[in-house]
């Protein structure tokens, strides 16, 4: 819910939201299935997408800080990824990498 709200949020007049399920992927020898969220807003600079999972940090007025370094957090305890790209003036993609498979802990 934290990374649909951010997504929302910095929609131009015209939205170009995007969401997708990609082909699974291999990395680092683990299965993960990939899901893509995309806008159009204003992108972030890089000096904010540096600090985005940092607990606390914002960037939007009212937001607490806790949306995405939650996320991040929930997505790394089951052994998921997450990370975003973006460039100012062009959007921001954000990436969650699910495991295809559940990974045997026993190792």
Known sequence: MN???NACAP???WPRPAG???EP??????LYWRLTLEDNGCGIKAE???RIFDPFYTTFGGGTGLGLAVSHRIL???HGLLNIESKPG???QVHLRLPAAPRNLAK
């Open 3 to 5: 990374l649909l709200q």
């Open 48 to 50: 904010a997408l540096a």
């Open 11 to 13: 929609w131009t007049p």
């Open 25 to 30: 992927e291999t990395l680092d020898g683990r």
């Open 76 to 78: 790394m305890a089951h």
């Open 20 to 22: 997708a399920v990609r």
């Open 90 to 92: 062009q959007g921001t």
